[in-house]
């Protein structure tokens, strides 16, 4: 299998303040790693792809400087949301590319709330 | 940019009826994966399909990857309760970034 964890699972917090989302790939490793977010009733937005060792390759549309992401090893990439404003609030999902199967496997997904 | 027109938006079945759902596009796919999410969690792979025509199943689901490359259907037969949720095609445009692509996806609700 292919298992994919993130933590938190869900998160509340204030406007203004940081936080940050882990995934990790438990049972594999993931020399690419994809950070999506998704709205209510609506698809998967990839953000970010973030390779290991290199800087994350962002969407249009997404601010890196907002959405901090660090891949720092084969199994662990973390999203940070930077000074979170309520608009941020959303479902998070992570996932990572089993090397050269060319498939993406899903984490659980971080609900952010801002307040 | 690209996109994946995935039909139907929703579907209201009764258990034990077949459903099929697909996704076509304008331009050329690599790959072709069909996803489940279920409320509040992750999307979780159900078939992935890598060759033009290939027709692969999993136990009572059954994907096609179209001829053209850029189509692709979903079936699930003989349904029970436990395959509502939402149901997800993506597309790989090339191997080199791995980026996918979603379509807006199926939601399925089965009556008992």
């Known amino acids: 299998g292919a298992v994919v964890s993130q933590h938190p699972s869900w998160v509340i917090c204030k406007s203004g303040t940081s936080v940050k989302i882990e995934c990790r790939s438990l049972d594999f490793q993931a020399t690419t790693m994809f950070w999506y977010r998704q709205f209510p009733k609506q698809s998967l937005m990839l953000m970010a792809t973030s390779n290991e060792g290199s800087k994350a390759t962002y969407e249009q549309g997404v601010e890196k400087d907002k959405f901090l992401i660090n891949h720092a090893s084969l199994t662990l990439s973390t999203l940070t949301v930077t000074s979170a404003h309520p608009e941020d609030s959303s479902f998070y999902i992570c996932s990572g590319e089993k090397d050269s199967q060319e498939t993406q496997y899903f984490g659980p997904g971080t609900r952010l709330l801002v307040l | 940019g690209q996109q994946l027109n995935q039909s139907p938006q929703s579907m209201f079945i009764q258990e034990g009826e077949d459903v099929s759902m697909n996704c076509t596009s304008s331009s050329i796919f690599n790959t072709w994966l069909w996803y489940k999410q279920d409320p509040g969690e992750g999307p979780v792979l159900l078939i992935a399909?890598?060759?033009?025509?290939e027709l692969t199943s999993n136990g009572r689901l059954t994907a096609q990857f179209g001829i053209t490359r850029k189509d692709s259907f979903l079936n699930i037969s003989a349904s029970i309760p436990s395959d509502v949720g939402i149901y997800f095609c993506a597309g790989q445009l090339s191997s080199n970034t791995g980026k996918l692509i979603f379509g807006q996806g199926t939601t399925l609700q089965v009556k008992p």
């Open positions: 399909l890598y060759k033009a025509g």
